[in-house]
Nanobody, 119 residues
Framework: QVQLVESGGGLVQAGGSLKLSCAVN????????MGWYRQAPGKQRESVAA???????TYDDSVKGRFTISRDRAKNTVYLQMNSLKAEDTGVYYC?????????????WGQGTLVTVSS
């Protein structure tokens, strides 16, 4: 059983910063991919950023240069540092973690944390 515990969402003014955290608890062989998705009101869930086992990172064009994804392997935690926030960054942010259970992979999702950016 794998659980993802998210924290760090909230209300911030445009131009401000927030840092999201997602801790992975439970039993698994290794962590493969970690990432963040978001869902704005009335829109589909979209990928924001990802970090792979190699350390390579990818970002949606809309957040490049403003958001930074990182991971602490010792703590099994992934972070999303969000700077220069805009109103269009508002939404529920979901943590995504792909865990390796040796016999196969499992996709896991956090419960979501709300980020509201006021203009």
């Amino acid at each position: 059983q794998v659980q993802l515990v998210e924290s760090g969402g909230g209300l911030v003014q445009a131009g401000g910063s927030l840092k999201l955290s997602c801790a992975v608890n439970g039993s698994f062989f290794a962590i493969n991919t970690m990432g963040w998705y978001r869902q704005a009101p009335g829109k589909q869930r979209e990928s924001v950023a990802a970090i792979y086992a190699s350390g390579r990172t990818t970002y949606d064009d809309s957040v490049k240069g403003r958001f930074t994804i990182s991971r602490d392997r010792a703590k099994n935690t992934v972070y999303l540092q969000m700077n220069s926030l805009k109103a269009e960054d508002t939404g529920v942010y979901y943590c995504y973690v792909k865990t390796d259970h040796y016999v196969g992979f499992q996709e896991n999702w956090g419960q979501g944390t709300l980020v509201t950016v006021s203009s």
